[in-house]
């Protein structure tokens, strides 16, 4: 099974419509991190967490807000999905090092 | 400013010959780290190289090596050998701050993408 799983996979949204993007993870890390990825800029950092109680604003924090709900789970939400939010969206754990970053599979999302 | 430079937005390489990708970065922090990622085409993201500022030897992994050169805050990405697999998007990304800090998030450059001739 894969240490870092994101639901959905694929979502296609419509404009103004409220869309939660989940992430788990088995390895026990405390750090999570939201990224987008978009075609010729990279990833770009959207909020990251070092625990449960700890939650930090990444590059690109706006029309988002996220959630830990336990430490093997961080949600992202958008909570009035926009066209320009169309986006790869990758989950990625590390350990209190940050030598690694295990990544999930990404989530494409479309907001049409 | 941008944090993490990589220079290349695409290169042709020929299968087994080395190759080299280039990334600069911009940081004020003494301590920090740096990483190389793999996309390939199917799109996850693969760890390949951690290197830390305080580290003296360059890291290595395989066929893949960091030339990390602190002064010019250059960290580029030695490939020997190449491999048609090799085909792929390549990101540097840096992690700013000691790694106990909440403030250390990690960034990405906007990568290379690498494509291997047989």
């Known amino acids: 099974d894969a240490d870092v799983t994101q639901t959905p996979r694929n979502r296609i949204t419509k404009t103004g419509k409220r869309i939660m993007l989940e992430c788990s993870q088995t390895?026990?890390?405390?750090?999570m991190y939201w990224y987008r990825q978009d075609p010729g800029l990279g990833l770009r950092l959207i909020y990251y967490?070092?625990?449960?109680?700890?939650?930090n604003k990444g590059e690109i924090s706006d029309g988002y807000s996220v959630s830990r709900q336990a430490q093997a789970k961080f949600s992202l939400s958008l909570e009035s999905a926009i066209p320009n939010q169309t986006a790869l969206y990758f989950c990625?754990?590390?350990?209190?090092?940050?030598?690694?970053?295990?990544f999930g599979p990404g989530t494409r999302l479309t907001v049409t | 400013a941008q944090k993490i430079t990589q220079t290349q937005p695409g290169m042709f390489v020929q299968e087994k010959e080395a190759v080299t990708l280039d990334c600069t970065y911009d940081?004020?922090?003494?301590?920090?780290?740096l990483f190389w990622y793999k996309q390939p085409s199917s799109g996850e993201m693969i760890f390949l190289i951690y290197?830390?500022?305080?580290?003296?030897q360059n890291a290595t992994e395989g066929r893949y090596s960091l030339n990390f050169q602190k002064a010019r805050k250059s960290a580029n990405l030695v490939i020997s050998a190449s491999q048609l697999g090799d085909s792929a998007m390549y990101f540097c990304?840096?992690?700013?701050?000691?790694?106990?800090?909440?403030?250390?998030?990690?960034?990405f450059g906007s990568g290379t993408r690498l494509s291997i001739r047989p």
């Open positions: 290197q830390g500022s305080y580290d003296e």
């Open positions: 390895k026990g890390h405390d750090r």
């Open positions: 990625a754990t590390s350990d209190f090092r940050g030598h690694e970053q295990y």
């Open positions: 990304a840096m992690r700013e701050g000691p790694t106990y800090s909440s403030a250390s998030k990690i960034i």
């Open positions: 940081t004020s922090d003494q301590s920090y780290g």
């Open positions: 967490s070092f625990d449960v109680k700890d939650i």
